[in-house]
């Protein structure tokens, strides 16, 4: 029981000191301490994203939430949720992939954030290789409920060219 224990306490050092590593190379600026939080968001989506838990998706919008990506209408918290609903149903036979976030910017003043950088969508290929079929800038804005709750409420994406990230 006792090893057990330790053995524990083992990996939620480990897995603390990660998550501490991967704030430390994070872009965060402004209020270093408020950008974390606005980092936390990203993660707790992208989890949630993966287990296509539709609930936990939306819970990091806020219900005023405009999501506009270039060349299609505008979307709201409704539309997106729809969305969402949809393509969980059809990923669940197809294994859609997964979204990753490459930030390129995390900044928080006072109740307003955002988070600039690529948003990726990432497949595993029959052979096991990673294909990334899908790239596009975004930003989201944040803004604050409480003494800690971000709520993505602007979104603005449009697809990278091929061209952007060519060798």
Same mark, same amino acid.
């Given at each position: 029981?006792?090893?057990? /224990?330790?053995?524990?306490?083992?990996?939620?050092?480990? /897995?603390?000191?990660?998550?501490?590593?991967? /704030?430390?190379?994070?872009?965060?600026?402004? +209020?270093?301490?408020?950008?974390?939080?606005?980092?936390?968001?990203?993660?707790?989506?992208?989890?949630?994203?993966?287990?296509?838990?539709?609930?936990?998706?939306?819970?990091?919008? +806020?219900?005023?939430?405009?999501?506009?990506?270039?060349?299609?209408?505008?979307?709201?918290?409704? +539309?997106?949720?729809?969305?969402?609903?949809?393509?969980?149903?059809?990923?669940?036979?197809?294994?859609?992939?997964?979204?990753?976030?490459?930030?390129?910017?995390?900044?928080?003043?006072?109740?307003?954030?955002?988070?600039?950088?690529?948003?990726?969508?990432?497949?595993?290929?029959?052979?096991?290789?990673?294909?990334?079929?899908?790239?596009?800038?975004?930003?989201?804005?944040?803004?604050?409920?409480?003494?800690?709750?971000?709520?993505?409420?602007?979104?603005?994406?449009?697809?990278?060219?091929?061209?952007?990230?060519?060798?």
């Amino acid at each position: 029981m006792k090893s057990a /224990l330790l053995a524990a306490l083992f990996c939620l050092t480990v /897995l603390e000191a990660a998550a501490t590593e991967e /704030l430390r190379q994070l872009p965060l600026l402004g +209020d270093e301490q408020k950008a974390g939080q606005v980092w936390g968001v990203v993660t707790r989506w992208t989890e949630a994203y993966d287990k296509r838990d539709l609930k936990g998706v939306m819970a990091t919008f +806020d219900p005023d939430e405009v999501f506009s990506f270039y060349g299609t209408p505008s979307q709201s918290y409704a +539309d997106l949720e729809s969305g969402y609903r949809s393509a969980f149903a059809k990923d669940r036979a197809a294994a859609g992939g997964r979204w990753a976030t490459l930030a390129e910017e995390v900044y928080a003043e006072g109740k307003t954030a955002f988070v600039r950088g690529i948003a990726e969508r990432q497949v595993k290929a029959a052979d096991g290789s990673v294909k990334v079929p899908e790239r596009n800038r975004c930003i989201d804005i944040y803004r604050l409920h409480g003494a800690s709750d971000w709520k993505i409420f602007r979104t603005m994406c449009y697809p990278e060219s091929k061209a952007d990230h060519a060798p």
